[in-house]
């Protein structure tokens, strides 16, 4: 008890102990650090979801479209009537109109949907089929969606340049049917956007981005070859002062390979050209020859960037770009030699450099694709 001078007895209040500033600011780290930690492992768990995912999903569309691209391989090639010529020269027409055939059924582009068969082949009904369906979903008749120039200089709708790989993924699983059942319903209504917004969908992968897909893609590596350099061994293929460093990944002539894809004829020959019917046999050039191409279906990973060559300016225009034919190439080497019409293994040029669709840049390290499938 203590006794004031006013003769009043007060008890002593018991005294209240609170943190310092100083106190309250370590607290506060502590607890911030703690919640970014937390943050940072959700994040991570989040985007191996996302993996997990878009790894699904490839594997869906890879059994889909090899189920196609394997039954090319017994195919029967309907020859324009009266073809003449030797059983050699039949069996090369066959060999063409057969590439033909896989470019209008299994499209990687515009252009593939638009050009009509040229080596005297009937029209597939497929192909026939995909351009209903763009011009319903793009809301413009046939052919009127279709602009060669990239921006077009004619108005109106029209199917645009960008995601035109993955678009037309797309257009090949929704006219994949067994049954009643479409192959559309192996993905989630979530799965399916239109990123760029020009009526075409596209299938989304788990980071919201088009998965594209080439039918062809010979320049596409992950890999060094046996040589154990990039690119071809000993030469500096991009001009960058360096030799057999990544940049050089896919260099033409190279070994280089994929998980899947070997550039090696002798155990990966081209199944279509069993006969080696293609002029590449028969010419000078080992380093050519045709080894077996597959589709390559991937993702652009957790850093949205895609970083394969799917086009490149080879007739560039004053409106813009102009899309590349397999139906009518531009012309390569100088002297112009005419290019191979229909050809899986089109070389062309960008930034005065040549190269192959399916060509990657480091920057797509990160990517997903069925080509990795077995290996991650």
């Given at each position: 008890?203590?006794?004031?001078?006013?003769?009043?007895?007060?008890?002593?209040?018991?005294?209240?102990?609170?943190?310092?500033?100083?106190?309250?600011?370590?607290?506060?780290?502590?607890?911030?650090?703690?919640?970014?930690?937390?943050?940072?492992?959700?994040?991570?768990?989040?985007?191996?979801?996302?993996?997990?995912?878009?790894?699904?999903?490839?594997?869906?569309?890879?059994?889909?479209?090899?189920?196609?691209?394997?039954?090319?391989?017994?195919?029967?090639?309907?020859?324009?009537?009266?073809?003449?010529?030797?059983?050699?020269?039949?069996?090369?027409?066959?060999?063409?109109?057969l590439r033909e055939l896989m470019r209008c059924e299994l499209p990687?582009?515009?252009?593939?949907?638009?050009?009509?068969?040229?080596?005297?082949?009937?029209?597939?009904?497929l192909q026939r089929a995909y351009q209903r369906r763009v011009a319903?979903?793009?809301?413009?008749?046939?052919?009127?969606?279709?602009?060669?120039?990239?921006?077009?200089?004619?108005?109106?709708?029209?199917?645009?340049?960008?995601?035109?790989?993955?678009?037309?993924?797309?257009?090949?699983?929704?006219?994949?049917?067994?049954?009643?059942?479409?192959?559309?319903?192996?993905?989630?209504?979530?799965?399916?956007?239109?990123?760029?917004?020009?009526?075409?969908?596209?299938?989304?992968?788990?980071?919201?981005?088009?998965?594209?897909?080439?039918?062809?893609?010979?320049?596409?590596?992950?890999?060094?070859?046996?040589?154990?350099?990039?690119?071809?061994?000993?030469?500096?293929?991009?001009?960058?002062?360096?030799?057999?460093?990544?940049?050089?990944?896919?260099?033409?002539?190279?070994?280089?390979?994929?998980?899947?894809?070997?550039?090696?004829?002798?155990?990966?020959?081209?199944?279509?050209?069993?006969?080696?019917?293609?002029?590449?046999?028969?010419?000078?050039?080992?380093?050519n020859d045709p080894y077996a191409l597959y589709p390559l279906i991937?993702?652009?990973?957790?850093?949205?960037?895609?970083?394969?060559?799917?086009?490149?300016?080879?007739?560039?225009?004053?409106?813009?770009?102009?899309?590349?034919?397999?139906?009518?190439?531009?012309?390569?080497?100088?002297?112009?030699?005419?290019?191979?019409?229909?050809?899986?293994?089109?070389?062309?040029?960008?930034?005065?450099?040549?190269?192959?669709?399916?060509?990657?840049?480091?920057?797509?390290?990160?990517?997903?694709?069925?080509?990795?499938?077995?290996?991650?």
């Amino acid at each position: 008890m203590i006794r004031y001078l006013d003769g009043i007895s007060r008890r002593r209040r018991p005294r209240r102990w609170s943190f310092t500033l100083v106190e309250l600011l370590i607290v506060i780290s502590i607890m911030t650090i703690m919640a970014s930690a937390v943050m940072f492992a959700l994040f991570g768990v989040m985007e191996d979801a996302k993996a997990a995912r878009t790894k699904s999903q490839i594997t869906k569309l890879h059994i889909l479209v090899m189920t196609r691209w394997e039954s090319y391989q017994t195919r029967a090639v309907r020859l324009p009537s009266g073809t003449s010529g030797t059983a050699r020269a039949k069996a090369t027409l066959r060999l063409y109109a057969l590439r033909e055939l896989m470019r209008c059924e299994l499209p990687d582009r515009i252009t593939d949907v638009y050009d009509l068969p040229i080596t005297g082949i009937a029209e597939p009904s497929l192909q026939r089929a995909y351009q209903r369906r763009v011009a319903a979903s793009v809301g413009a008749s046939w052919p009127s969606w279709f602009k060669d120039t990239q921006p077009p200089s004619a108005a109106g709708p029209y199917w645009s340049l960008e995601h035109q790989g993955a678009e037309c993924l797309y257009l090949i699983v929704a006219n994949l049917r067994e049954g009643d059942t479409s192959a559309l319903d192996f993905f989630k209504e979530s799965e399916i956007g239109d990123v760029d917004s020009d009526g075409m969908p596209e299938i989304l992968d788990g980071w919201g981005n088009p998965i594209e897909f080439l039918r062809w893609a010979p320049g596409f590596a992950t890999l060094p070859g046996p040589d154990g350099a990039w690119g071809v061994a000993g030469t500096d293929d991009n001009g960058d002062g360096q030799i057999d460093n990544q940049e050089e990944a896919g260099a033409i002539g190279s070994d280089d390979v994929s998980e899947i894809q070997s550039r090696d004829v002798s155990t990966s020959p081209d199944p279509f050209d069993l006969l080696r019917l293609d002029s590449r046999w028969s010419d000078a050039d080992a380093t050519n020859d045709p080894y077996a191409l597959y589709p390559l279906i991937y993702s652009a990973g957790p850093d949205h960037v895609y970083g394969i060559n799917s086009s490149y300016d080879a007739k560039p225009t004053a409106a813009g770009e102009q899309l590349f034919h397999y139906a009518s190439p531009p012309a390569t080497g100088s002297p112009p030699v005419p290019a191979l019409e229909n050809d899986p293994y089109h070389i062309g040029t960008a930034g005065g450099s040549q190269l192959m669709f399916g060509r990657s840049a480091p920057t797509a390290t990160d990517n997903l694709s069925n080509h990795g499938l077995g290996t991650e």
